[in-house]
């Protein structure tokens, strides 16, 4: 997503958008909210574990939003000047931690239900987006078969905004390759990329190599001046120069003299 000002990123969305877009295989996932105030702002999404499918959050479940009195009496939360403070509350956080855990399969159940909404939404607005593309740009993105190319397509609604900003393209493209992303201009109309991706083999060198070279087809044609000559280079500049059968160097790529 983008605004006047640039990226948002998923950690703005809520836990649900993050989860669909993530994990859209994971329809049941087991919640904790943590309450709002957990800790003065946070985002949304506190954690997640995928293999325990569980999800901790910064909103309130169904305890936080009840009256205290429905679990706890006058007598009980009215010990600030007892001298057993500690103790008391250590008690009542122990209750508390049973209540909420009482609760949690329902917070659960309305997360879940939350999500399929997410994911159904989601559903609807891909075809919308496909059509909308395909009439007015004439674009097939069901045709495309780069992942990479598939998930950058939409911003092709945008692409007046993002043409020629070559800051944002290089943000754009280290959300989209989960790596950092730099451009450089080699000349004035000559723009070099650099993927800088870490721990590749010769084999995944290769074949990460060919994965971009549909995106930057994409990149040159839909959101550069038709002057530019586009070109990218993948490149590990973290590991030593040693040479080791554990991670062999690879030509252009891993070897810094």
């Given at each position: 997503?983008i605004?006047?000002?640039?990226?948002?990123d998923?950690?703005?969305?809520?836990?649900?958008?993050?989860?669909?877009?993530?994990?859209?295989?994971?329809s049941?996932?087991?919640?904790?909210?943590?309450?709002?105030?957990?800790?003065?702002?946070?985002?949304?999404?506190?954690?997640?574990?995928?293999?325990?499918?569980?999800?901790r959050t910064?909103?309130n479940?169904?305890?936080?939003?009840?009256?205290?009195?429905?679990?706890?009496?006058?007598s009980?939360?009215?010990?600030?000047?007892?001298?057993?403070?500690s103790?008391?509350?250590e008690?009542i956080?122990?209750?508390?931690?049973?209540?909420?855990?009482?609760?949690?399969?329902?917070?659960?159940m309305?997360?879940?239900a939350?999500?399929?909404?997410?994911?159904?939404?989601?559903?609807?607005?891909?075809?919308?987006?496909?059509?909308f593309?395909?009439?007015?740009?004439?674009?097939?993105?069901?045709?495309?078969?780069s992942?990479?190319v598939?998930?950058?397509a939409?911003?092709i609604?945008?692409?007046?905004?993002i043409?020629?900003?070559l800051?944002?393209?290089?943000?754009?493209?280290?959300n989209?390759?989960n790596?950092?992303?730099?451009h450089?201009?080699?000349s004035?109309?000559?723009?070099?990329?650099?993927?800088?991706?870490?721990?590749?083999?010769r084999?995944?060198?290769?074949?990460?190599?060919?994965q971009?070279?549909p995106l930057?087809?994409?990149?040159?044609?839909?959101?550069l001046?038709?002057?530019?000559?586009?070109?990218?280079?993948?490149?590990?500049k973290?590991?030593?120069?040693?040479?080791e059968e554990?991670?062999?160097?690879?030509?252009?790529?891993?070897?810094?003299?």
């Amino acid at each position: 997503m983008i605004t006047e000002k640039g990226i948002i990123d998923m950690a703005d969305a809520k836990a649900e958008t993050w989860l669909a877009v993530h994990y859209p295989e994971i329809s049941n996932w087991e919640v904790n909210h943590a309450g709002f105030f957990y800790r003065n702002y946070t985002d949304d999404l506190k954690s997640c574990e995928a293999e325990q499918q569980t999800v901790r959050t910064s909103r309130n479940g169904i305890f936080d939003v009840l009256p205290e009195r429905m679990f706890f009496s006058d007598s009980e939360l009215r010990f600030l000047e007892n001298y057993s403070f500690s103790k008391k509350l250590e008690k009542i956080y122990e209750e508390r931690d049973l209540i909420k855990s009482f609760f949690m399969p329902f917070d659960s159940m309305l997360f879940n239900a939350s999500l399929r909404v997410e994911k159904t939404t989601n559903m609807v607005l891909e075809h919308k987006i496909a059509d909308f593309l395909l009439m007015y740009f004439d674009y097939n993105i069901l045709e495309e078969e780069s992942p990479f190319v598939q998930e950058l397509a939409p911003l092709i609604i945008h692409a007046s905004r993002i043409r020629g900003d070559l800051l944002l393209i290089a943000r754009l493209l280290s959300n989209l390759l989960n790596c950092k992303v730099e451009h450089r201009l080699l000349s004035s109309n000559d723009l070099l990329f650099v993927i800088h991706k870490q721990g590749l083999d010769r084999r995944r060198y290769d074949e990460f190599t060919n994965q971009l070279k549909p995106l930057f087809d994409f990149v040159q044609y839909w959101f550069l001046s038709m002057d530019t000559i586009c070109t990218y280079k993948v490149k590990d500049k973290a590991q030593v120069f040693v040479l080791e059968e554990k991670q062999p160097l690879v030509l252009d790529y891993n070897t810094q003299i």
